[in-house]
């Protein structure tokens, strides 16, 4: 029997470092790469020291450039065309503090391109958009979101911004909709959505029907993921937190489950790894503190507190 042969798909990725030196590229793909110029807007660069020897070894430099956003800033650069064995071996080069991502070059094209591994870090201009945790509900000060964008905007009040968009009750596929036409004037370099607990409601009344939720979530997603890539915007998905089932169970109606909250949570973040999006797990700050949550699914505002601790040291 004949064996099949796999072709090798091609792939584009945009480099602003040492990737774009040939010496480097012999060295990781046994020889120089077809390439042509390209530039990034929306972005700048800034130094990031590498102790990986391998990786200092064949670049010849223990200090590397990532990518930040910023403004009217473009960053010059190239394409390569890669193989399949050529991007793995791109991935295995770069340290972990990078993360490959789908951006939109200045030209329109869309290209994969190393990106800092924390999304907050390197973000500038953020809009929230989700249901009514990420709203605030239950919290005079804001929620974690309102946290977020204090401590966001102090560390830069002139080039940092975040518009909070969440609207309470919001399911995955109402963000998804409403999304695109909220984004233009705001210019976000990064579209946080919080969303999804909604969608994992059953009600309360047997005899009522209605459509699973949770059966859209890869479809509400890759639309966001479609409509950040038109902006230009690093979509970052935020999964569900855990909550206190026994107080849930006739909430407006609905009732919440963490069985399916739990299924939610492997779903999202399941297609984050898929699609190369990246996914910050909210689960664990709240895990059995039923103490934290006003009724059983709505954070306190130390419950708030703890949940912005934790996004925060996502982002150092």
């Known amino acids: 029997m004949q064996a099949t042969v796999t072709e090798s798909r091609p792939h584009t990725l945009f480099s602003f470092g040492t990737l774009m030196d040939e010496r480097v590229q012999t060295a990781l793909f046994g020889q120089a790469v077809p390439s042509s110029p390209a530039a990034l807007a929306g972005y700048t660069t800034r130094p990031l020291p590498i102790t990986d020897p391998s990786v200092i070894a064949a670049s010849g430099l223990d200090v590397h450039l990532t990518l930040e956003c910023r403004i009217g800033a473009v960053v010059e650069g190239a394409v390569l065309h890669l ?3 050529d991007l793995a071996a791109a991935d295995a080069y770069e340290v972990d503090d990078y993360v490959r991502r789908r951006v939109r070059l200045s030209s329109g094209e869309s290209a994969w391109a190393y990106l800092d591994a924390k999304p907050l870090r390197s973000a500038a201009r953020i809009v929230i958009v989700g249901d009514s945790i990420a709203y605030g509900r239950c919290d005079p000060h804001g929620g974690w979101a309102a ?3 204090a401590t966001h905007i102090a560390a830069n009040e002139a080039g940092h911004r975040v518009f909070n968009l969440a609207i309470p009750g919001s399911t995955l596929v ?3 909709e409403q999304t695109p036409a909220l984004l233009a004037p705001r210019l976000p370099d990064t579209i946080l959505v919080a969303a999804g607990i909604n969608d994992s409601a059953l009600p309360n009344a047997a005899t009522q029907s209605a459509p699973d939720g949770l059966a859209h979530i890869a ?3 890759a639309s966001l993921a479609a409509t950040a890539h038109d902006h230009n915007a690093r979509l970052v998905v935020v999964g569900p937190m855990w909550l206190d089932e026994a107080r849930t169970r006739d909430y407006e109606g609905l009732r919440f489950t963490q069985a399916r909250a739990l299924a939610l ?4 973040r399941t297609w984050c790894d898929e699609n190369h999006v990246d996914y910050l797990d909210m689960w664990e700050p709240l895990r059995g503190h039923a103490e934290l949550l006003v009724d ?4 306190d505002p130390e419950g708030h507190r703890m949940l912005h601790q934790h996004l925060a040291s996502l982002s150092r």
């Not at 949570?265 to 999202?268: F, K």
């Open 83 to 85: 193989t399949d064995q």
């Open 147 to 149: 946290r977020l964008a």
């Open 174 to 176: 109402d963000v998804a």
């Open 219 to 221: 479809d509400s997603l």
């Open 265 to 268: 949570r492997e779903s999202v």
């Open 296 to 299: 059983g699914l709505h954070p």
